[in-house]
């Protein structure tokens, strides 16, 4: 993967902080609990938050970016910066507007990284308009994501992985997978996320029957 631009100062600082906490695993989650067993070596050492170019970038112990992905954060300009640490993980949670997310995990106190919100506790009820919002400010504060990255992070972090939310537009790296746009027009697929690997998804379905 290609960094594009960066500032030495501010990743510096950010693996002063990190190098000063162990993250020594990641872990299963208990379904709806927020309760993680399981634990295994993991391979990220920080987790960065870019406000400012909306992006989610999961660094390794050599400060190299494993997994760039595009997010939406706070459309007020609420995703506040700071350095912070992962606590509870939920494959499911219930948001506030009564909408639910997927693999969420929760970095300070009322913000969490999580899938897009669905409308129900369904994987067809996807809030597909948010979706095509990824990439740009759009959450109450949370930072969303695609659901395969959100997946990603809840499934190679654990609790105490640091998260530096920071504002920079000159951090920018190339994303690991391009950002993808849902057909709104399209009520078969619309209802999932495109990089869910569920079966039942129609997008799997249509891949399916090619192969």
Request: with cysteine; aromatic share 10%; hydrophobic share 35%.
């Amino acid at each position: 993967m290609r960094r594009i631009l960066t500032r030495i100062a501010c990743a510096a600082a950010v693996m002063a902080i990190a190098s000063a906490v162990t993250v020594p695993a990641m872990t299963n989650a208990v379904p709806g609990t927020g309760i993680l067993t399981s634990i295994i070596p993991s391979p990220i050492s920080y987790i960065m938050i870019n406000t400012a170019t909306e992006q989610v970038i999961a660094f390794d112990h050599d400060n190299n970016p494993l997994r760039v992905a595009a997010c939406s954060t706070g459309k007020s300009g609420n995703t506040y910066t700071g350095t912070y640490k992962t606590s509870n993980y939920y494959d499911w949670h219930l948001m506030n507007g009564n909408c639910y997310s997927r693999y969420a995990v929760r970095f300070n106190q009322h913000e969490l990284m999580h899938s897009v919100p669905y409308y129900r506790h369904s994987p067809d009820s996807l809030e597909y308009r948010q979706f095509n919002k990824l990439g740009t400010p759009a959450s109450m504060g949370c930072c969303r994501l695609a659901l395969a990255d959100a997946k990603w992070i809840y499934e190679n972090t654990s609790p105490g992985t640091v998260v530096q939310v920071v504002k920079d537009p000159g951090i920018l790296y190339e994303l690991t997978n391009p950002i993808i746009k849902i057909d709104e027009n399209n009520k078969v697929t619309r209802g999932w996320d495109p990089t869910d690997t569920d079966p039942r998804s129609p997008y799997n379905a249509v891949v399916n029957q090619l192969m």
